[in-house]
């Protein structure tokens, strides 16, 4: 009985010993989806035949081994081995050239000495150029090429650790305010359209930034930024801030435009005890919110219809809110402004890492200046446009172009959302025998569309003393594109994309 105890150990302790290592390819293989690459001589993490994690620039050459070139996969997760029939060289990858020729060839153009030794190389994201030796390049739409030809050798832009782009002067500033050199132009607005401040550089990195137009009581250029290299987003970017009130700075492209101008709230000092009706909501992809009136004495005002374009061709942001018409007088100014317009451009690729964002709702409603008055609508949401070969949306990561929401007149202001869900109006804050007021209009979001306001009841015989406010109307959804190689892009199951979107595919040139 005892030696068959020490035996059935052995059995058992030798049974462990053969359980696979998961990090082992000692038999040239890797089978767990987390280390996807055989490190076969231990020049990646120091161990041969290891199995590796990877987190790569997508095709990026690595390393040759032999005549054989490592190079990083589309997704930036695992690396790809070539043959290479004229040899790999070492921080180039596979030769293409011949002794003194430039040829663009396997994905890479490259330049040979009169040795055949590679003296220059670049890879072609997008291929090779037909009938010149030279790669292909993405040919944005908004016709932003023209600037990219004007840019030399652009540098880096690292904004990682945060920073402010202001678009009417072009001023690009550090997390510490301090100014960075980067290439900048301003297009002029197109029919359509709004003016453009395009900036353009090589690898691009965007942390907290925030992106403000400079301009008050106008719209301001919106912002394009071309990366001739790689680009990503590893912060929040924002073309978003609490307004407050009417009368604040605009938002870098929104729009006044007639197709989606909202109607004026209406506001009657002719007795002791005014009333007012709230404004309407701002459109773009989806309409704007009615305003609340008072039954058969003030109107609210309409809703801002759809306008613009699904492809954001022009570029354009989305309608502000309802002004304000007072003692039946034109109306004066208008409402809260409407979401900012962004388009974000790379030759090579765009990643919105995890838990980024990239905020170009409309601003929530608010009151009048002066208030306690008229509510004032929310504007609509505004356009965001990626055009990349490579587009990936990491887990947790948001782009929103939301509606923003009505206010109320009771000084109530709505509560904009920061994901797909409801933007909430402006509460009235309670009613009484000398006061009445309705609730702001929610903001359009992926959970539902702006939605209209109630009249309240005129007045009754003897209540000539209640004061009476209706609310204003939320703000429409915004549109979000985005243009690859192929048409489509990786997106992870928790990302939120919350506005009228759609997909397509770039130019190249």
């Known amino acids: 009985m005892r030696n068959w105890r020490v035996g059935f150990a052995?059995?058992?302790?030798?049974?462990?010993?053969?359980?696979?290592?998961?990090?082992?390819?000692?038999?040239?293989?890797?089978?767990?989806?987390?280390?996807?690459?055989?490190?076969?001589?231990?020049?990646f993490a120091g161990e041969p035949q290891t199995c590796i994690a990877v987190d790569c620039e997508p095709n990026a050459f690595a390393q040759c081994r032999d005549d054989d070139a490592l190079s990083c996969n589309a997704t930036g997760t695992d690396y790809d081995t070539k043959q290479c029939p004229l040899g790999c060289q070492d921080g180039v990858g596979c030769r293409v050239c011949a002794p003194n020729e430039t040829v663009c060839a396997n994905g890479a153009v490259q330049t040979c000495d009169a040795g055949g030794n590679v003296v220059s190389s670049e890879a072609c994201a997008l291929g090779?150029?037909?009938?010149?030796?030279?790669?292909?390049?993405?040919?944005?739409?908004?016709?932003?090429?023209?600037?990219i030809d004007m840019a030399v050798s652009p540098p880096d832009l690292d904004l990682s650790q945060g920073g402010g782009i202001a678009t009417s002067s072009g001023v690009v500033s550090d997390a510490a305010f301090h100014s960075i050199s980067i290439p900048t132009f301003l297009m002029s607005a197109p029919p359509g359209g709004v003016s453009v401040r395009v900036l353009i550089a090589n690898n691009v990195t965007l942390g907290n930034v925030s992106v403000v137009s400079g301009e008050r009581d106008a719209p301001g250029p919106a912002l394009a930024i071309v990366a001739l290299g790689r680009l990503r987003v590893t912060g929040t970017l924002s073309l978003w801030y609490d307004s407050g009130t009417s009368g604040a700075y605009d938002f870098a492209g929104g729009v006044d435009d007639p197709t989606c101008r909202p109607g004026p709230g209406q506001e009657d000092f002719s007795s002791q005890y005014e009333q007012s009706a709230g404004s309407g909501g701002g459109g773009h992809a989806s309409a704007g919110g009615h305003g609340g009136g008072i039954n058969a004495q003030l109107n609210g005002g309409t809703g801002g219809l759809p306008s613009g374009a699904p492809t954001l061709i022009p570029l354009r942001g989305g309608c502000a809110g309802g002004g304000l018409s007072v003692n039946a007088q034109p109306a004066d100014g208008r409402?809260?402004?409407?979401?900012?317009?962004?388009?974000?451009?790379?030759?090579?690729?765009?990643?919105?890492?995890?838990?980024?964002?990239?905020?170009?709702?409309?601003?929530?409603?608010?009151?009048?200046?002066?208030?306690?008055?008229?509510?004032?609508?929310?504007?609509?949401?505004?356009?965001?446009?990626?055009?990349?070969?490579?587009?990936?949306?990491?887990?947790?990561?948001?782009?929103?172009?939301?509606?923003?929401?009505?206010?109320?007149?009771?000084?109530?202001?709505?509560?904009?959302?920061?994901?797909?869900?409801?933007?909430?109006?402006?509460?009235?804050?309670?009613?009484?025998?000398?006061?009445?007021?309705?609730?702001?209009?929610?903001?359009?979001?992926?959970?539902?569309?702006?939605n209209d306001i109630g009249d309240l009841p005129p007045r009754s015989s003897g209540a000539g003393q209640t004061r009476q406010?209706?609310?204003?109307?939320?703000?429409?959804?915004?549109?979000?594109?985005?243009?690859?190689?192929?048409?489509d892009y990786a997106v992870s199951s928790a990302a939120i994309i919350s506005g009228t979107s759609s997909k397509g595919t770039i130019r190249t040139r």
Request: net charge negative; charged share 10%; glycine share 22%.
């Open 128 to 147: 090779c150029f037909e009938v010149e030796p030279r790669c292909r390049n993405i040919d944005p739409s908004n016709n932003l090429a023209t600037f």
């Open 335 to 450: 409402g809260p402004s409407g979401g900012g317009a962004l388009q974000l451009v790379s030759n090579v690729s765009i990643e919105f890492d995890v838990n980024s964002i990239v905020n170009a709702s409309g601003s929530m409603g608010s009151v009048e200046e002066g208030g306690p008055a008229a509510a004032l609508g929310g504007g609509a949401g505004g356009g965001i446009l990626v055009e990349a070969p490579i587009v990936s949306i990491g887990q947790g990561a948001r782009l929103l172009v939301n509606g923003g929401p009505g206010g109320s007149g009771s000084n109530g202001v709505g509560v904009p959302s920061l994901s797909a869900d409801i933007a909430l109006g402006g509460q009235c804050a309670g009613t009484s025998a000398l006061f009445q007021c309705t609730n702001g209009g929610n903001g359009a979001t992926l959970s539902g569309a702006a």
């Open 10 to 43: 052995l059995v058992v302790a030798f049974a462990g010993c053969t359980k696979p290592n998961p990090k082992s390819c000692i038999d040239g293989t890797c089978t767990t989806e987390a280390y996807p690459f055989c490190d076969i001589d231990g020049s």
């Open 469 to 487: 406010k209706g609310g204003a109307g939320g703000g429409g959804l915004g549109f979000i594109r985005i243009n690859t190689i192929t048409g």
